[in-house]
């Protein structure tokens, strides 16, 4: 039986042990009363030897010889191996998705924070065939490789994005997947035979892509991390763990094997994205997932074997340790529906349940130039938003202390734009014109925000998956601008045509301060001619990224 079918099974048990009335967990012992002629004088202690077994469980169920994988385990390994991906529109997506993703690492390079974190961990090193990082001049193993171009890629928050019950940028599984494709390539052409001797194309690249988006975004619909406080990135080493597994030439067994060892490996706290411990690691998170991905695939390449029951063992498995007891829940089989419908963040460098605000913003400079007015002449701002985006990024009296602050506070963002019509990457770093404005500041704690329930209704509702803000300006003089509301982002699907053209200028700005213009314009044109492209060797495109 598949999750998604024991989804449906669970929740249908649930519905009849309720109206039954019937208990299905075990019955606690009764506490029973020290009678009253009981002496309740405490006796001498008695000397226990010391151990670190934990207390014995008559009841834990014996393990039997041959176990079956968790279904859900089952289920992502058969989707690895015998689904095929037959959508186009998830190809032309993940075409966009790449160059986006590729442009994104490269502009986190101009910032000191990130170029300090990258590269070998012993100065110098230069790895035979391993993964070269683009925009630098490392070639790497392929593990360290991942991380590396992963945490380029989601450094700036700038990548593509996807909004569920759980949160998330897919895309980020591009460290895992380019740095693994580049390394096979580079070791295949040299007479290697890694996964299966094969060089990988940019098709295989985008195919990789779509799995791994496909795994990452469907788990997200129904299941919440964040509020177990666990990361999203967990679905990043999940997704990666899975394509990498195949691009590695593991079969189905083996693929299942490394799956499991992706759940049973540490997760990542939330706790570096919020107050009090907001800092860069939320940057650089990613990366070590894509990281843990690709080492435990080699692992398992290596003969190390899986935990079956991993998900589901009683007191030790996942769901018990880190879930609360639950099972995942699914809303759909597995195909390409995620990369059909990503959000591209096409506008601003920012945490994407703010696009909305900020696209709203711009657009009420607008107005408040016509009318002579500037930020100067806001009195408050109110913002009708989704539950996500106040639980998120909501921050109107948090000291904002650093760069990752900045980037997750709503009030910050709104407020940089009303100011400065703008918002960059630039306006988030400590000595930044916007994080040292005193007007910046002040009015940004004069921004509110408020849940509209139909907003949150909408942000979950599969055919929508809107992510709306809507606000409200008084000016000091009383007047009350008429509210602007944005539902949709320039990068959703719904918005997706308006959208190519300035995801293809964000690509080429990103490109600019790395290569000559000449080359720049041969990068952009390729990106454009989807045979040529698919077509390629990955390690000959790569190339065309390094610097020497």
Request: aromatic share 8%.
């Amino acid at each position: 039986m598949s999750a998604f079918s024991r989804s449906l099974l669970n929740n249908a048990s649930r519905t009849v042990r309720q109206r039954s009335g019937v208990s299905c967990r075990a019955l606690r012992p009764i506490a029973l009363r020290t009678p009253s002629f009981v002496s309740t004088t405490p006796r001498a202690a008695v000397a226990t030897p010391f151990s670190t077994m934990t207390s014995l469980r008559s009841a834990a169920p014996p393990a039997s010889g041959n176990r079956e994988y968790d279904p859900e385990i089952k289920d992502i390994a058969s989707y690895i191996h015998n689904t095929p991906i037959d959508s186009e529109l998830a190809f032309d997506t993940a075409r966009w998705v790449f160059l986006d993703t590729l442009g994104c690492g490269l502009k986190a390079l101009e910032f000191e924070q990130c170029r300090n974190i990258l590269g070998p961990v012993v100065e110098g090193t230069v790895v035979p065939n391993g993964t070269k990082v683009p925009g630098t001049n490392y070639q790497l193993d392929p593990v360290l490789g991942a991380f590396n171009i992963g945490a380029m890629i989601r450094w700036l928050d700038f990548n593509d994005c996807w909004l569920a019950a759980e949160w998330g940028h897919p895309s980020d599984n591009l460290g895992a997947i380019l740095a693994t494709a580049d390394w096979i390539a580079r070791t295949n052409r040299a007479g290697g035979k890694l996964g299966n001797g094969k060089i990988p194309t940019v098709r295989d690249v985008l195919e990789a892509m779509i799995r791994a988006h496909e795994i990452q975004g469907c788990m997200a619909l129904e299941n919440s991390f964040n509020k177990v406080g666990l990361d999203h990135v967990v679905l990043v080493k999940l997704g990666s763990t899975a394509v990498v597994a195949n691009m590695m030439g593991l079969n189905e067994e083996q693929t299942r094997a490394a799956v499991s060892q992706a759940w049973v490996d540490g997760q990542s706290m939330r706790t570096y994205r919020h107050s009090p411990n907001t800092m860069s690691r939320k940057s650089w998170a990613a990366g070590d997932a894509c990281e843990k991905a690709v080492n435990l695939v080699l692992k398992v390449l290596k003969g190390e074997g899986g935990l079956p029951t991993v998900l589901s063992a009683p007191t030790w498995g996942f769901y018990d340790v880190n879930f609360g007891g639950k099972p995942f829940k699914f809303q759909r089989p597995y195909g390409s529906y995620v990369m059909e419908n990503v959000l591209f963040k096409v506008s601003y460098p920012a945490e994407f349940h703010s696009q909305t605000a900020v696209e709203a913003a711009q657009r009420l400079n607008k107005k408040l130039k016509s009318m002579g007015k500037t930020a100067e002449d806001i009195d408050h701002v109110v913002n009708r938003t989704h539950e996500a985006c106040i639980r998120i990024i909501d921050k109107q009296f948090k000291p904002m202390e650093n760069f990752a602050d900045r980037d997750h506070c709503v009030q910050y963002m709104v407020s940089t734009m009303f100011v400065f019509n703008r918002l960059e990457a630039t306006d988030y770093p400590d000595d930044s014109e916007a994080a040292t404005s005193a007007l910046v500041e002040s009015l940004r704690q004069r921004i509110s925000c408020v849940e509209d329930p139909q907003f949150t209704k909408d942000y979950h509702d599969p055919e929508k998956r809107t992510i709306s803000n809507a606000l409200t300006v008084t000016l000091k003089d009383g007047t009350v601008l008429e509210e602007e509301v944005v539902e949709a982002p320039l990068g959703h699907r719904l918005r997706r045509e308006e959208a190519k053209p300035e995801i293809l200028a964000k690509y080429k700005r990103h490109l600019g301060p790395h290569f000559p213009a000449e080359h720049v314009d041969k990068l952009v044109a390729l990106g454009q001619n989807a045979k040529e492209l698919d077509g390629m060797d990955i390690d000959k495109y790569v190339d065309l990224y390094v610097k020497n």
